[in-house]
């Protein structure tokens, strides 16, 4: 993807898959849901722990999900990022979000031989709109002097 896509990745109007949401609303990977749904973004939330999240049906697996979805974040321990990457290959999944620090050195190439669009090393909180708090401070610190 290009330079500009991680501003464009999250858009209200699709779906998107949080794999890995957590049942303990503390953790960060439900702060990011919930800050999504908060936000007006439809999330679905994919846990193989889970049957639901909040009030939420959860799916187990990303061969689970509803047809049709498009986007999914990846925020899981990096040991398990390569094998959900195979398995979004066999959905309709083709735009995918791997959370900072959930990455393994083999993402991007098993992105690239499944032809999934990935954006790596980036914090969604940075993101998904409107970009609020410390998270609106850190995007503009980017923006002015580039990666830090």
Same mark, same amino acid.
């Given at each position: ?13 699709? =779906? ?63 040991? =398990? ?8 290959? =066999? ?16 993402? =991007? ?40």
């Amino acid at each position: 993807m290009n330079i500009d896509a991680p501003a464009t990745f999250f858009n209200t109007s699709e =779906q998107i898959a949080v794999i890995g949401v957590s049942q303990n609303p503390k953790k960060f990977s439900r702060l990011v849901y919930e800050n999504f749904k908060q936000k007006g973004y439809q999330v679905i939330p994919v846990n193989p722990h889970a049957t639901s999240i909040g009030d939420e049906l959860c799916y187990s697996s990303v061969a689970e999900l509803p047809k049709g979805i498009q986007k999914a974040i990846i925020i899981t321990k990096p040991d =398990q990022t390569d094998a959900i990457l195979n398995e979004i290959a =066999q959905s309709s999944i083709r735009s995918v979000w791997v959370q900072q620090m959930s990455q393994t050195s083999n993402t =991007q190439t098993i992105a690239d031989s499944h032809s999934i669009s990935v954006i790596m090393g980036k914090c969604a909180f940075m993101y998904t709109l409107p970009v609020t708090g410390i998270h609106a401070f850190h995007r503009g610190l980017v923006s002015l002097f580039g990666k830090l």
